[in-house]
């Protein structure tokens, strides 16, 4: 089955600086690939997501890259706020696998004000 | 539109009795997702099932869990005889039929086992 990794799994920045979370999927076959975001004590929601027919989408100050190739894509976030500490997650989407969705372990991010 | 309704919040069971988590997905969503969190880690996943089908349940324990989702009603998460390992939260997602369409969340039941 399709395994993401995600690095790294903590990342602490100053607030106005960028912060970039990475992820890695085992198939290749791999076509939809959303980002989710988790505050404390909260449930995940989707803030981005990226089919395999697109490189890069951006929203605001959220933009994720996909590289087929290589099989990893990215979410990055400028100017950031406090209020973009979180948790944040990536998945990935094998198409032969119904609709399941494999997430990454997570990354805390900390943006100190 | 409503979305993915979670009940109850949070529940709390000693141990040896049965947890029961009830999860409706979003209107029109005919996919549903039960993962399970422990506190700061990721989200392990459970059980996907489909309208009264089973897709995939390789996540879940083979004994004493248990999940359901019948052609009328929500998607039931059940634990049977619950031990302390069991507090965490649990959280049911919901997705439309179209392969590629994200998953939306419920906001947890949060299960403590005294």
């Known amino acids: 089955g399709e395994n993401v990794e995600q690095h790294p799994s903590t990342l602490s920045v100053q607030e106005g600086d960028s912060a970039v979370i990475k992820c890695t999927y085992s198939?290749?076959?791999?076509?939809?690939f959303p980002w989710y975001k988790q505050e404390l004590g909260k449930r995940p929601q989707l803030i981005i997501d990226?089919?395999?027919?697109?490189g890069e989408k951006k929203d605001q100050r959220i933009a994720v890259t996909l590289n087929k190739t290589a099989k990893h894509f990215s979410l990055h976030i400028t100017e950031t706020q406090p209020e973009d500490s979180a948790v944040y997650f990536c998945a990935a989407t094998p198409p032969n696998t119904g609709n399941q969705f494999y997430f990454g372990t997570g990354t805390s991010l900390t943006v100190i004000p | 539109n409503a979305g993915v309704m979670q009940n109850p919040r949070h529940l709390v069971r000693r141990r040896g009795q049965e947890a029961r988590l009830r999860c409706s997905p979003m209107k029109g969503h005919s996919h549903v997702y039960w993962y399970r969190q422990l506190p700061e880690e990721g989200l392990k996943f459970m059980v996907y099932?489909?309208?009264?089908?089973?897709?995939?349940e390789s996540g879940m324990p083979k004994e004493r869990f248990s999940a359901e989702f019948p052609k009328e009603g929500p998607s039931i998460l059940r634990i049977q005889q619950v031990v302390r390992g069991d507090s965490a939260a649990y959280f049911c997602?919901?997705?439309?039929?179209?392969?590629?369409?994200?998953?939306?969340f419920g906001n947890g039941t949060r299960l403590t086992v005294t």
């Open positions: 990226i089919r395999s027919n697109v």
């Open positions: 099932l489909q309208k009264e089908n089973i897709i995939d």
């Open positions: 198939d290749s076959a791999s076509n939809y």
């Open positions: 997602a919901s997705s439309q039929r179209d392969r590629r369409s994200p998953l939306h």
